[in-house]
T-cell receptor, first 114, second 116 residues
Framework: AQSVTQLDSQVPVFEEAPVELRCNYSSSVSVYLFWYVQYPNQGLQLLLK??????LVKGINGFEAEFNKSQTSFHLRKPSVHISDTAEYFCAVSEPGGSYIPTFGRGTSLIVHP | DGGITQSPKYLFRKEGQNVTLSCEQN?????MYWYRQDPGQGLRLIYYSQIVNDFQKGDIAEGYSVSREKKESFPLTVTSAQKNPTAFYLC???????????????FGEGSRLTVL
């Protein structure tokens, strides 16, 4: 069975500082990995995804993530955050060839201070 | 524009009442899902459907029911048997199998249910 651990429930950071949101997964097979963002009282939207190929994945709004198979991680990074990046971020994993239904982490609240 | 529409956005219910949340998609996706979101608990799968007239229980199906009579529609009923129904409910859809959007879920804006 697949599972996802987001190690930080809340990450405070100052505007224009870099940020990393951590995600580790467990799965017995190959995986697809996703990061979603949720603004208050809204649904989730996809930031980026890893299906195969290059382990460095670039997404929207200047975010990127790196797939590390040996460490079973998929950490999300941004070199300089804005106030507008304040939101909840969810990591998710699914198994190709199966039901494709993703398992979500508990989320990390990114709080950007001026 | 293609997307997923959930209604109502906010809903209040008295204890003991059933309530139905609507979810419609025009993305021509085969699969549809209902998730429940509570603070600090992430998203928990209630039900999902991969084909019309068929659906499967997720991790927390007790106290909920669904139907899939049309490809575009996947309504969720929160019954009086659900002991703690106050939550944010999210509907999503996806393709099945390989394609440009493999594995990606497309979400609606959510419905917030409050039981008084």
């Amino acid at each position: 069975a697949q599972s996802v651990t987001q190690l930080d429930s809340q990450v405070p950071v100052f505007e224009e500082a870099p940020v990393e949101l951590r995600c580790n997964y467990s799965s017995s097979v190959s995986v697809y990995l996703f990061w979603y963002v949720q603004y208050p009282n809204q649904g989730l939207q996809l930031l980026l995804k890893y299906l195969s190929g290059s382990t460095l994945v670039k997404g929207i709004n200047g975010f990127e993530a790196e797939f590390n198979k040996s460490q079973t991680s998929f950490h999300l990074r941004k070199p300089s955050v804005h106030i507008s990046d304040t939101a909840e971020y969810f990591c998710a994993v699914s198994e190709p060839g199966g039901s494709y239904i993703p398992t979500f982490g508990r989320g990390t609240s990114l709080i950007v201070h001026p | 524009d293609g997307g997923i529409t959930q209604s109502p956005k906010y809903l209040f219910r008295k204890e003991g009442q059933n309530v139905t949340l609507s979810c419609e998609q025009n993305l021509n996706h085969d699969a549809m899902y209902w998730y429940r979101q509570d603070p600090g608990q992430g998203l928990r799968l209630i039900y999902y459907s991969q084909i019309v007239n068929d659906f499967q229980k997720g991790d927390i199906a007790e106290g909920y029911s669904v139907s899939r009579e049309k490809k575009e529609s996947f309504p969720l009923t929160v019954t009086s048997a659900q002991k703690n129904p106050t939550a944010f409910y999210l509907c999503a859809s996806s393709i099945i199998g390989q394609g440009e959007n493999t594995g990606e879920l497309f979400f609606g804006e959510g419905s917030r249910l409050t039981v008084l």
